[in-house]
């Protein structure tokens, strides 16, 4: 079975902290994306990947940063957490609109 | 700009009944693709359906069926018979052009399948 794999499904970290989260896919797909889900407002994205080393800003990339040194691994990066970034945070992977996307189990961040 | 809207925040229903989600999107492409996923409560978003904008045919898979209607910019899904399991949140999302890989979500719809 192909997997996109979140390396934590619980983390809590304190406001200012710097927050790695972590994104590992097995299928060998070349896009990777971050999204956050919050309540009422579905899936936005923050940053996605179409290779390695390229990164492109999505919705709400604000306060945030990524890294893709190599193709099955997408980091995403709080410089110094917030409480208004706690979210559930959403991996994906895809090949170019060859049935969607794979997600993750999601990664829940609470900063508090 | 891509928008998806799905008006229904909460659907309740108790088992057996039918289920119909809409979904309404906006976009100026005329080559895009049309997705439903759904979470469960373990939180994993599972791949439904894809649509592409050229292929209007209505499709059925089991107790799952999608009307996809151009004229109305609409994807509704309509869940038959309903059961326990089917209990989840439910997105539509939409993919704009051959090289945009981006999905645009709608805000979702929890359905409650009651026994």
């Known amino acids: 079975d192909v997997k996109v794999t979140q390396s934590s499904r619980y983390l809590v970290k304190r406001t200012g902290e710097k927050v790695f989260l972590e994104c590992v896919q097995d299928?060998?797909?070349?896009?990777m994306f971050w999204y956050r889900q919050d309540p009422g407002l579905g899936l936005r994205l923050i940053y996605f990947?179409?290779?390695?080393?390229?990164?492109e800003k999505g919705d709400i990339p604000e306060g945030y940063s990524v890294s893709r040194e190599k193709k099955e691994r997408f980091s995403l990066i709080l410089e110094s957490a917030s409480t208004n970034q706690t979210s559930m945070y959403l991996c994906?992977?895809?090949?170019?609109?060859?049935?969607?996307?794979?997600f993750g189990s999601g990664t829940r961040l609470t900063v508090v | 700009a891509q928008k998806v809207t799905q008006a229904q925040t909460e659907i309740s229903v108790v088992e057996k009944e039918d289920v119909t989600l809409d979904c309404v999107y906006e976009?100026?492409?005329?080559?895009?693709?049309l997705f439903w996923y759904k979470q469960p409560p373990s939180g994993e978003l599972v791949f439904l359906i894809r649509?592409?904008?050229?292929?209007?045919q209505n499709e059925i898979s089991g107790r799952y069926s999608w009307n996809f209607q151009k004229s109305t910019s609409s994807f509704n899904f309509t869940i038959t018979a309903s059961q326990v399991v089917d209990s989840a949140v439910y997105f539509c999302?939409?993919?704009?052009?051959?090289?945009?890989?981006?999905?645009?979500f709608g805000a979702g719809t929890t359905v409650t399948v009651r026994a």
């Open positions: 649509r592409n904008s050229f292929d209007e």
């Open positions: 299928m060998d797909h070349e896009n």
């Open positions: 976009t100026r492409d005329t080559t895009y693709y």
């Open positions: 994906a992977s895809s090949f170019p609109l060859r049935d969607g996307y794979t």
């Open positions: 990947s179409y290779d390695v080393k390229m990164k």
């Open positions: 999302a939409l993919s704009g052009g051959v090289n945009d890989y981006k999905l645009s």
